[in-house]
């Protein structure tokens, strides 16, 4: 049995043999529960101490459709990858056009998504308006409303960074000990709505400039360690990445045409440019360094 990595760990074949007798052994406490025993034997933890269950179901499922153990038949969610979440979606009309220019909406508001009728609420939204729908997201993320005077506008996601990507991991100039380390310091926007009755030029910049603000904070508060480097990956075929640019992110070459967290050359995806935003001074400095 050889090495597996997965979201930024190595495990060696005897923590995998560790995963197969706790997947064995303790059938009855199904998936999820697996996971958070697995994390806690191995130690495999966020910075902010939390055990990263999430990444550790993944994982499993991930071995499992490799035949390297098997999961409970009764709670068994099926192949790796992220999974698109299931929601009733109405149909019902539009809301009232919202218009004008990004002047006239300054006192917008970024609020993450708290509650479950909340998140069902947005989960909705991005289902039923972005054209990629709503998956489950990789590892740690961050979700947000943007509202002005009450009426929501956009919706946004942010979530753990690519494992690898040629062109960022060139403009970084990091080796892998270094990516392996630090990588969790990059945030990836996976999702950016604005809802389609929604006509004001310029929003779309000025929510990524009151995102570069706000964020660090929030995802410090809620994982314990601050972002260095923002990162999203544009669909040219479909989008100009035009809001992105006006922003000030910054275009540093193309995906190769794979997944996002496919490492083994097995899923085709569509070739999207990659845009980088640093958040403080000298982020290649800070991200190529070692600590340990």
Same mark, same amino acid.
């Given at each position: 049995m #050889?090495?597996?990595?997965?979201?930024g760990?190595?495990?060696?074949?005897r923590?995998i043999?560790?995963m197969?007798?706790?997947?064995?052994?303790?059938a009855?406490?199904?998936?999820?529960?697996?996971?958070?025993?697995?994390? +806690?034997?191995?130690?495999? &933890?966020?910075p #902010?101490? @939390?055990?990263?269950? =999430?990444e550790? *179901?993944?994982?499993?499922? $991930?071995?499992?459709?490799? !035949?390297?153990?098997?999961?409970?038949?009764?709670?068994?969610? !099926? @192949?790796? !990858?992220? *999974? &698109?979440?299931?929601l009733?979606?109405a149909?019902?009309?539009?809301?009232?056009?919202?218009?004008?220019?990004? +002047?006239q909406f300054?006192?917008?508001?970024?609020?993450?998504? &708290?509650? +479950?009728?909340d #998140?069902?609420?947005?989960? $909705?939204?991005v +289902?039923?308006h =972005?054209y990629?729908?709503?998956?489950?997201?990789?590892?740690?993320? /961050?979700?947000?409303?943007?509202? =002005?005077?009450?009426?929501?506008?956009?919706?946004?996601?942010?979530?753990?960074?690519?494992?690898?990507?040629k062109?960022?991991d060139?403009?970084i100039?990091?080796?892998?000990?270094?990516r392996? %380390?630090?990588?969790?310091?990059?945030?990836?926007?996976?999702?950016?709505?604005?809802?389609?009755?929604?006509?004001?030029?310029?929003?779309?910049s000025m929510?990524?400039?009151?995102?570069?603000? $706000? /964020?660090?904070?929030?995802?410090?508060?809620?994982? @314990?360690?601050?972002p260095?480097? /923002?990162?999203t990956l544009?669909?040219a075929?479909?989008?100009?990445?035009?809001?992105?640019?006006?922003?000030?992110?910054? /275009?540093? !070459? $193309?995906?190769? @045409?794979?997944?996002?967290?496919?490492? =083994?050359k097995? &899923? %085709?995806?569509?070739?999207k440019?990659i845009?980088l935003?640093?958040?403080?001074?000298?982020?290649? %400095?800070r991200?190529?360094?070692?600590?340990?």
């Amino acid at each position: 049995m #050889s090495e597996v990595a997965f979201s930024g760990h190595t495990f060696t074949p005897r923590e995998i043999e560790l995963m197969r007798a706790v997947a064995r052994d303790y059938a009855g406490l199904g998936v999820t529960e697996i996971a958070r025993t697995v994390c +806690e034997l191995l130690d495999w &933890k966020r910075p #902010s101490g @939390g055990l990263k269950n =999430h990444e550790c *179901r993944l994982l499993l499922e $991930q071995l499992q459709s490799a !035949g390297m153990l098997t999961l409970p038949a009764v709670r068994r969610l !099926g @192949g790796r !990858g992220p *999974r &698109k979440v299931k929601l009733p979606v109405a149909a019902a009309a539009l809301p009232e056009a919202i218009t004008g220019s990004a +002047e006239q909406f300054h006192s917008l508001e970024l609020q993450l998504v &708290k509650g +479950e009728d909340d #998140s069902r609420l947005w989960r $909705q939204c991005v +289902e039923q308006h =972005h054209y990629l729908g709503c998956p489950v997201p990789y590892g740690a993320q /961050l979700r947000y409303w943007v509202r =002005h005077e009450g009426r929501a506008l956009a919706c946004l996601l942010w979530t753990s960074p690519a494992w690898r990507m040629k062109a960022r991991d060139i403009w970084i100039g990091w080796t892998d000990q270094q990516r392996q %380390q630090n990588l969790q310091r990059v945030i990836n926007n996976g999702r950016f709505l604005i809802l389609p009755w929604v006509r004001v030029r310029g929003l779309a910049s000025m929510i990524l400039a009151r995102c570069a603000r $706000q /964020l660090p904070a929030d995802w410090e508060a809620q994982y @314990g360690y601050r972002p260095l480097l /923002l990162e999203t990956l544009v669909d040219a075929a479909r989008f100009a990445g035009t809001c992105y640019r006006a922003a000030n992110w910054i /275009l540093v !070459g $193309q995906t190769a @045409g794979r997944g996002r967290m496919d490492r =083994h050359k097995l &899923k %085709q995806a569509p070739i999207k440019d990659i845009y980088l935003y640093p958040l403080v001074r000298q982020p290649r %400095q800070r991200l190529s360094a070692l600590t340990r």
